[in-house]
């Protein structure tokens, strides 16, 4: 069955990249000219996905508000015949009956998050991606998935190579044996201490999974950090189902650190057609006064 529904886990603090999240949600903070989670909502829309599930929680209301009608915006720039951005602000609505709201209650972790969408996904394969990571790619990162998710079913995640040092701060896989960008794997592991990770291929946030993975969620016991990790859901799921990682082609930048977050405007910024000849001149400015 094709990949159709796609769950984006929205509920966390922003505690990364506070004060700047105290007022507004993380997904909502500005790259360029519109919010971090527009980049993954379009990533999730190029792959075919039909149906959106954003897991939330308090203070979230903005998302909701963002995907939604904004009238008396859109009649004011009617009115003054702002025929462009009308059009750029109209885009941003999510067709009735597309998107979820489901509230995740406590901060248990990204596996109890993603638990809390298993009514509204049911009984089929779902994406799930994480909007603290924009990936520049084209195919964007999930559509070069489900390309390989026609072919080969099962389950699929992407990695992509990280500095030895940075490994513990994700989930990290054991690689067995590569063909072309599909990489089987023994095992898979969050965030494990440097000396004994098992590569240095990082789990980027990115994943199809099978429905079954909700039953082992919903007894999953606590892991790294004292919380509720899909990693060890998933790590479980591998004994029973095909299982692949895939190094996908294309640019990862980590929205939910400072400078992760600096990397991802610097680069939609010298690519954006409107921003690009300016960012690129004021690049070079600061470069060479470094
Ligand atoms: C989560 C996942 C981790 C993954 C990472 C990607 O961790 O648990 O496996 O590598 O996202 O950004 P978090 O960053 O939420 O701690």
């Not at 190094?247 to 990397?263: L, Q, T």
């Amino acid at each position: 069955m094709r990949v159709r529904k796609a769950v984006l886990p929205v509920a966390g603090f922003g505690t990364r990249v506070l004060p700047a999240t105290k007022a507004i949600p993380k997904e909502m903070l500005p790259v360029v000219d519109r919010p971090a989670i527009q980049y993954v909502v379009d990533e999730a829309l190029e792959a075919g996905i039909e149906h959106i599930v954003f897991v939330t929680g308090r203070n979230k209301g903005a998302i909701e508000d963002y995907f939604d009608h904004s009238y008396e915006l859109e009649t004011s720039l009617k009115a003054k015949g702002k025929d462009k951005i009308l059009e750029q602000v109209e885009a941003t609505r999510l067709p009735a009956g597309t998107a979820s709201f489901v509230r995740q209650q406590e901060p248990l972790g990204l596996g109890h998050a993603i638990w809390c969408a298993r009514d509204i996904i049911g009984n089929e394969p779902f994406a799930i991606l994480l909007p603290d990571v924009i990936v520049k790619g084209q195919p964007s990162c999930l559509a070069q998935m489900t390309e390989a998710y026609d072919k080969v079913g099962g389950n699929i995640i992407a990695v992509d190579p990280v500095p030895q040092e940075r490994v513990s701060s994700y989930g990290v896989i054991a690689p067995v044996e590569r063909d072309g960008r599909l990489i089987r794997m023994s095992g898979m592991v969050e965030k494990p201490p440097v000396e004994s990770a098992p590569s240095n291929l990082a789990i980027t946030g990115r994943y199809i999974l099978q429905p079954e993975i909700f039953g082992l969620l919903a007894d999953q016991g606590k892991g790294a950090g004292g919380e509720i990790q899909l990693t060890d859901s998933m790590a479980r799921l591998m004994e029973t189902q095909d299982f692949y990682a895939y190094e996908f082609e294309g640019a990862p930048y980590d929205c939910g650190s400072k400078v992760g977050y600096f990397e991802a405007v610097l680069a939609h910024a010298v690519d954006n057609a409107e921003t690009a000849e300016g960012a690129r001149a004021l690049v070079k400015k600061f470069a060479a006064s470094l």
